[in-house]
């Protein structure tokens, strides 16, 4: 029996995405034709009767699911279609993870019968809010000596111990067999600690969030897989919504997606499937592809060919992976791939700064065109490749840029301000940080005749209180009070004719502000920190300008984390009494931030309105990530040891939630395997996403002093055109 569904297998850049598209208007299009026949047919009825007919039939049509790999491709997948068919044909576009939440969400009433839970509307903990949590559960039982087994600290045992209920999760293993999994594959490792410990903290976890409504992306896709895939209820539901199932890069899905399609498939419904086998970006966070793979047998598979003819992975792919696999293999690259060796890191970053610069102001190649790929960016490198090139006027964009919120000015500003209003928070501000709060809420906006580039946002902004002024405000009218810190007015400061008059009225309206403040949360008057912080953004930043979409990204997250954060507090008051003072809530939302785990990436990700004319920066699990191509690609750090490692860290545990090595011992053999795979596919995917040009970016030492001896290092040798210390001096 020849089956209606298809899996399409392609590289990168193949047209994968376009020949789904193709076959979801192959789905849709004889309905099309129908409804136009439908309107013309002469069969004597009224028009008015036949537009309620089709209106009728409308109605029950079932739907299709569209699903892509993450976020920013589902939304340009739904774009992609939405255009294609003119928003003739509504589609409901997920992620697989978005997928299940929403349908636990929905169906929750039949969890809480299923599972005899407390009757109240569930709440989905972000991870950051979801390790906090975790850390006052196990608190008790992560003493000095269960971190020194573990050889790591708190912070890192307990992300490590909630990882491994999501691994579990994704594979769609209950959380009562995690440990039985672990046993038999950390039988080798007796440094670990025990299954049974690691999985007792889990289930009281999971138990404890279940009876407060509180779900995580591990619970949510365990109830999901567990409970809602097997109940008949659900499954009668499911296949009435959806007769169409549409898959994207289904080689970075998790092991319960496979359940998903096949129960849908069982009942009917056609499916078509994308597959990359050089892609598995996500393998090892979390995506089974072997498992997927296997899907493959109820389609019809249909091969594409490889990269388009523009690529360089035709060209190059063959003799970059013999050279990497056998370094004694002799091989000269050809010019298209160039090579920048310096001997410092340092050295490194201008050079390929300005090799950039050079090239984007001698019109060879737009900045939009040219990407750099570092398998890891520190900040160090972040900061000088965007200093060289705003410089130069040239825009970069950093994909997925997730520095933690309490880098930014304006957020530490905020937090002060939130500790000057609010009694007992003074053990958290230090004259620093009243000085830097002074300046950021002195902002004031000018006019700039050109606003197209980040630089003249930037630059446009001004303050009326300057560093050297703020320091001597704090300095002589900062009161520091474990309770009630205070700003005194500008006269106390013998001298403060040195302020001027525009320091002077700023400083004074910032003090009027915060004393009205102060009176209004005396009397109650301010319904949470959020409506503060509100205020202050009103007051202060926003003041009827256009802030960078940078700064406005900040801000948001911090609005959407609070929010969060107090919303989670309200849910965990009603549960049962909580034995903290008034304002503890605040103290540990303003450590929480001050830890650095809240990063500013806000829905949504990507600023409205035409693509900025950038050089994309980005490591390279975001680049193969996000799907893009360019004329020229500049390999940071080709010598890093990190380019096995693909640009992101494993999950701990990960290879034992494998469908196809479920519960497997890892071994040095099996890494040394998977580092060499992964290394293959990441060349395979990058050349396909290259059209012109590779320059292979290598200083001889790292940022700590130590030679690089990566495994890119035979490509680097084997660069015909070379710049180096030599060609710049």
């Not at 010019?335 to 300005?354: G, M, P």
């Not at 939009?368 to 960016?377: C, H, K, N, R, W």
């Not at 903290?580 to 600023?607: D, M, S, W």
Request: charge should be neutral; charged fraction near 25%.
């Amino acid at each position: 029996m020849v089956s209606h569904s298809v899996w399409i297998v392609g590289t990168s850049r193949s047209g994968k995405t376009a020949r789904l598209v193709e076959q979801f208007r192959s789905w849709v299009e004889p309905e099309k034709q129908y409804t136009e026949s439908f309107y013309t047919k002469k069969n004597g009825r009224k028009k008015g009767d036949r537009i309620r007919e089709f209106l009728y039939l409308k109605q029950t049509e079932p739907g299709v699911l569209v699903l892509a790999a993450n976020d920013d491709n589902r939304r340009e997948l739904g774009d992609i279609i939405v255009t294609s068919t003119l928003g003739k044909y509504p589609v409901r576009a997920k992620t697989p993870l978005g997928f299940f939440q929403d349908e636990v969400i929905l169906f929750w009433p039949l969890l809480i019968n299923s599972l005899n839970l407390k009757a109240q509307f569930p709440v989905r903990l972000r991870p950051e809010t979801e390790q906090e949590l975790a850390t006052k559960l196990w608190r008790p039982q992560l003493d000095e000596e269960i971190l020194r087994i573990a050889g790591v600290n708190e912070s890192r045992l307990v992300r490590r111990i909630l990882d491994l209920l999501q691994l579990a999760a994704y594979s769609g293993t209950s959380c009562e067999d995690i440990a039985q999994i672990l046993t038999r594959g950390l039988r080798e490792n007796a440094t670990n600690l025990e299954p049974e410990f690691l999985a007792s903290l889990l289930l009281d976890w999971r138990n404890w969030c279940l009876e407060r409504g509180l779900l995580t992306y591990g619970i949510i896709t365990e109830l999901y897989s567990q409970y809602l895939l097997s109940d008949r209820n659900y499954q009668q539901h499911l296949t009435k919504r959806y007769q169409a199932v549409l898959a994207d890069d289904v080689d970075d899905y998790p092991s319960v997606a496979r359940l998903l399609f096949e129960l849908l498939l069982d009942q009917g419904a056609v499916g078509a499937f994308s597959y990359n086998p050089d892609g598995a970006v996500r393998l090892g966070l979390g995506a089974d592809p072997n498992y997927l793979e296997g899907l493959a047998e109820r389609c019809r598979v249909e091969i594409l060919t490889g990269p388009p003819p523009e690529s360089l992975g035709e060209q190059l792919t063959k003799q970059m992976v013999e050279l990497v696999t056998e370094p004694m293999v002799v091989l000269s690259l050809p010019k298209t791939v160039h090579s920048i060796q310096i001997t410092s890191r340092a050295q490194l970053l201008r050079q390929t700064a300005e090799v950039i610069a050079n090239a984007i102001q001698s019109q060879q190649v737009q900045p939009e065109q040219v990407a750099i790929i570092a398998p890891g960016l520190d900040a160090i490198a972040r900061y000088t490749l965007v200093e060289i090139l705003v410089k130069q006027n040239i825009q970069v964009e950093s994909l997925n840029d997730q520095r933690p919120l309490i880098s930014s000015p304006i957020i530490r500003a905020l937090l002060t301000m939130l500790a000057l209003v609010y009694p007992g928070l003074g053990r958290l501000v230090d004259r620093d940080a009243v000085a830097e709060m002074l300046v950021v809420l002195s902002r004031k906006q000018q006019p700039s005749e050109n606003s197209s580039l980040l630089t003249d946002a930037i630059n446009r902004v001004s303050t009326d209180i300057d560093p050297v002024r703020a320091g001597l405000i704090a300095d002589y009218c900062f009161v520091p009070h474990p309770d009630r810190p205070n700003l005194l007015p500008v006269s106390a400061f013998e001298r403060w004719d040195r302020i001027g008059y525009a320091a002077t009225t700023a400083y004074t309206e910032i003090l009027q502000w915060l004393e009205q403040q102060r009176s209004q949360q005396e009397l109650r008057l301010i319904p949470s920190p959020i409506s503060l912080l509100d205020r202050a953004i009103q007051r202060f930043l926003w003041n009827g300008s256009n802030l960078p979409y940078e700064q406005l990204a900040a801000l948001r997250e911090l609005l959407e984390t609070a929010q969060h954060y107090w919303e989670i507090d309200t849910r965990l008051r009603q549960i049962g009494p909580v034995e903290t003072t008034p304002y503890t809530t605040i103290i540990e939302f303003i450590q929480l931030l001050r830890r650095g785990t809240i990063t500013a990436n806000p829905y949504p990700v990507r600023p409205i309105g035409g693509a900025r004319r950038s050089v994309t920066l980005a490591t390279i699990f975001q680049y193969r990530s996000s799907r893009r191509s360019h004329r020229w690609h500049f390999w940071l750090d080709a010598g890093s040891p990190l380019w096995a490692k693909g640009g992101a860290a494993t999950l701990f545990g990960a290879p034992f939630f494998l469908r196809d090595r479920l519960g497997e011992p890892w071994t040095a053999e099996d890494e040394k395997l998977a580092e060499e795979q992964r290394l293959q596919r990441i060349l395979t995917d990058l050349l396909s996403r290259v059209s012109e040009r590779v320059y292979l970016c290598h200083s001889d030492l790292a940022v700590n002093g130590q030679e690089q001896l990566g495994p890119l290092l035979p490509l680097v040798n084997s660069c015909v055109t070379v710049i180096s210390e030599a060609t710049v001096n």
